[in-house]
């Protein structure tokens, strides 16, 4: 069990480019979670899935974002057109279905110029 | 809607000494709570979790905390604190079996003085 991944860990770019940060679960956790946490805020839900079907996403989740975890496995998250305002940190976590408990990844420190 | 409320944004207590943490809940069903602690430039991680068996948790580290439901309370506790537990915790909440996403305070940033 080598926990969550996440990739990068940093990420700098300039305002209106696009960025895809991606995210490898624990591997037999079927649900995966991202959140988005700002400087001194406790992480915010964006959006989950359960296998490759996403089922819930929050309204923190604007059109510019999209995420996909198309096998199953791994997940990325979009954001297009980034905007001052996304700068952040993006954490990512799984777990199993049965389980309530998250872990969670080290997080992508995004940072947009 | 679920929410959750940690009433200090900042505790500061002397090694040695014990920690008292406060969180207030507010939940449509009957929820699991946790609390989890984030180290500088670590990730996130789960200190214990509450899902309606023995209202005392214990956690690692020498941690516990108490679900109160008439005080809608889970506050965390430590008999004695330690410099290693220096980090930001957070009070977090569940309903749904998670299919919400966890709901969190905006977290505790402890300080232990030597």
């Known amino acids: 069990d080598t926990g969550v991944s996440q990739d990068p860990r940093h990420k700098i770019t300039k305002r209106g480019q696009n960025v895809t940060f991606r995210c490898d679960p624990i591997?037999?956790?079927?649900?995966l979670y991202w959140y988005r946490q700002t400087l001194g805020q406790g992480p915010e839900f964006l959006t989950y899935?359960?296998?490759?079907?996403?089922?819930?996403k929050s309204r923190l989740l604007s059109d510019r974002f999209s995420a996909e975890r198309p096998k199953g496995s791994f997940s990325t998250l979009e954001i297009q057109r980034t905007e001052q305002g996304d700068s952040a940190m993006y954490l990512c976590?799984?777990?199993?279905?049965?389980?309530?408990?998250?872990?969670f990844g080290p997080g992508t420190r995004l940072l947009v110029l | 809607a679920q929410s959750v409320t940690q009433l200090d944004s900042h505790v500061s207590v002397s090694e040695g000494t014990p920690v008292l943490l406060r969180c207030n809940y507010s939940s449509s069903y009957s929820p699991s709570l946790f609390w989890y602690v984030q180290h500088p430039n670590k990730g996130l991680q789960l200190l214990l979790k509450?899902?309606?068996?023995?209202?005392l948790v214990k956690g690692i580290n020498g941690f516990e905390a108490e679900f109160k439901k008439s005080e809608t309370s889970f506050h965390l506790t430590k008999p004695s604190a330690h410099m290693s537990d220096a980090a930001e915790y957070f009070c977090v909440v569940s309903e749904r079996g998670g299919a919400d996403g966890l709901t969190f305070g905006k977290g505790t940033h402890l300080i232990i003085q030597p």
């Open positions: 976590a799984s777990s199993l279905e049965s389980q309530e408990t998250q872990y």
């Open positions: 591997s037999e956790h079927n649900r």
């Open positions: 899935f359960q296998n490759e079907a996403q089922l819930e």
């Open positions: 509450y899902t309606s068996a023995a209202t």
